[in-house]
């Protein structure tokens, strides 16, 4: 019986919006892999505490990069050339509200930070994946891809828009790179604590009220945990994932309506 691989070392990954809960989770998974692991965020100071823990998981080499995913051609000018063989599309979601009250502007906002700002990491990544014959490109989207989330309407529409563009990415990516999403669920984040928070405020609720209703949902019974996406995205970036291509695997704990 052969082993399924999962061994990363050799690898080189980025991983986008590491400062914090999925994304820090996922760099942390990939290092402890044996991948060598470059981080990106806006906020230098997490990222600098967060190198050494890399190093202590497991990663030969770990780094970071301070770049803002709305400003394209700073990200591009930070990023340089590329020379990773993993890339993990991840950055927060817009803030909640109904589209009918939304100005376009936000949307436009939302556009450039998620579908253009991957847009200008795939194209800056692609050259070393080919040249290395490997590569896998993950994007960490939402449920909402499947099954609109109430008052998320700016989130919804971007994180379909990021869905389709991944689709249609892996149609054009050469034999060995590979494009897919990981859509979580209800996860045990910061921002979801927040949404949280505006959802009790918006409804008149408390948010132990917010959080039953949301559990209930959840044939697993509980919210999700970073590390439990991170696993998923592992896979996926791994040699085991190598021929799975195009897809929007859902982990959620079961709550999806949607086959």
């Known amino acids: 019986m052969s082993r399924v691989p999962l061994d990363l070392t050799g690898k080189s990954a980025l991983v986008c919006g590491a400062s914090a809960g999925i994304g820090r989770e996922t760099a942390l998974t990939l290092a402890n892999l044996g991948a060598d692991v470059t981080v990106l965020a806006r906020r230098a100071d997490r990222l600098e505490a967060l190198v050494p823990e890399l190093k202590a998981a497991g990663a030969s080499s770990a780094d970071a990069i301070v770049a803002d995913l709305d400003d394209r051609a700073g990200l591009a000018a930070a990023v340089g050339s590329g020379r990773w063989q993993i890339l993990i599309n991840n950055t927060g979601g817009p803030p909640p509200g109904a589209l009918l009250a939304t100005d376009?502007?936000?949307?436009?906002?939302?556009?450039?930070?998620?579908?253009?700002?991957?847009?200008?990491?795939l194209r800056i990544v692609l050259p070393s994946m080919e040249a290395l014959g490997y590569g896998r490109i993950i994007n960490v989207l939402s449920t909402s891809v499947r099954e609109p989330i109430p008052n998320l309407g700016v989130s919804n529409t971007i994180r379909g828009a990021m869905a389709s563009w991944a689709k249609s990415v892996s149609k054009e990516l050469p034999r060995g790179i590979t494009?897919?999403?990981?859509?979580?669920?209800?996860?045990?984040t910061a921002r979801l604590g927040a949404l949280k928070q505006t959802v009790a405020d918006r409804t008149g609720t408390s948010e132990e009220a917010v959080h039953q209703t949301w559990v209930r949902q959840i044939p697993e019974g509980r919210l999700g945990q970073p590390?439990?996406?991170?696993?998923?995205?592992?896979?996926?970036?791994?040699?085991?994932?190598?021929?799975?291509?195009?897809q929007s695997l859902a982990v959620d704990g079961g709550r999806l309506n949607s086959i």
Not at 181 to 186: A, E, I, K, Q, T
Request: net charge negative.
């Open 104 to 121: 376009p502007e936000a949307l436009e906002t939302a556009f450039g930070r998620h579908v253009l700002a991957a847009q200008t990491l």
């Open 179 to 188: 494009i897919n999403n990981v859509l979580p669920g209800f996860t045990d």
């Open 227 to 246: 590390e439990e996406i991170a696993g998923a995205i592992a896979f996926l970036a791994s040699p085991s994932g190598a021929y799975i291509r195009g």
